[in-house]
């Protein structure tokens, strides 16, 4: 079945930290990426939409500048959390549908695990 | 918000069938129900999806009603590895549209 990669799995690291995370699509062009934050005992929220060649559509809360995301090939989304701190710990999905669209679901990767010290 | 109704949780023995509802009264004729799960600190899982017809795959099968106001997945013999939070969803046809994730029902499966 479709693999999508995520990248690290899990970074820890010190207040002021920049981290970027990588999300592949490993058997599959994608022109459309989604970016997930899930917080402990809770549900997927969705961040922002990564369409490939052009900008991001962020979700209604969701900082912009604070979460950078470039889709630069049709296999390939990164999300940059810039200057992290400890609120932004979290578990960060990405997920990944096909070029083709049509009746294809989504596939998610196994997620990042975002901690700051 | 999230456009389904599920319990939060159900349990069911190990080799038998596991029947998750799901509510989605709301539903739009262009909308598909998806199902995923998730296991403990690991992305979603697909499992399943459909519009109006019954499907099977090699993991479960998805019953929608006529009114398709509802639907059941089904785990024909659950294994203790099915223990995770099943999402209900319902979407627009087309992968490209993002899934609003609810609470999920959460499956416990006892030996």
């Known amino acids: 079945g479709a693999v999508v990669s995520q990248h690290p799995s899990r970074v820890i690291c010190k207040s002021g930290t920049s981290v970027k995370i990588e999300c592949r699509s490993l058997d599959f062009q994608a022109t459309t990426m989604f970016w997930y934050r899930q917080f402990p005992k809770q549900s997927l929220m969705l961040m922002a939409t990564s369409n490939e060649g052009s900008k991001a559509t962020y979700e209604q809360g969701v900082e912009k500048d604070k979460f950078l995301i470039n889709h630069a090939s049709l296999t390939l989304s990164t999300l940059t959390v810039t200057s992290a701190h400890p609120e932004d710990s979290s578990f960060y999905i990405c997920?990944?549908?096909?070029?083709?669209?049509?009746?294809?679901?989504?596939?998610f990767g196994d997620g990042t695990r975002l901690s700051i010290l | 918000d999230a456009k389904t109704t599920q319990p939060p949780s159900m349990d069911c023995a190990e080799g038998r069938a596991a029947n998750l509802p799901c509510n989605h009264s709301t539903i739009s004729g262009n909308e598909y129900v998806y199902w995923y799960r998730q296991i403990h600190s690991q992305g979603p899982q697909y499992i399943i999806h459909g519009l109006k017809n019954n499907e099977t795959n090699e993991m479960a099968s998805l019953i929608i009603t006529e009114d398709r106001k509802s639907s059941t997945l089904i785990l024909p013999h659950a294994t203790l590895r099915d223990t995770a939070v099943y999402y209900c969803i319902v979407s627009p046809k087309g992968a490209n549209s993002k899934l609003t994730f609810g609470k999920g029902i959460t499956l416990s499966v006892r030996p």
């Open positions: 997920s990944a549908a096909h070029l083709g669209g049509g009746n294809q679901p989504q596939h």
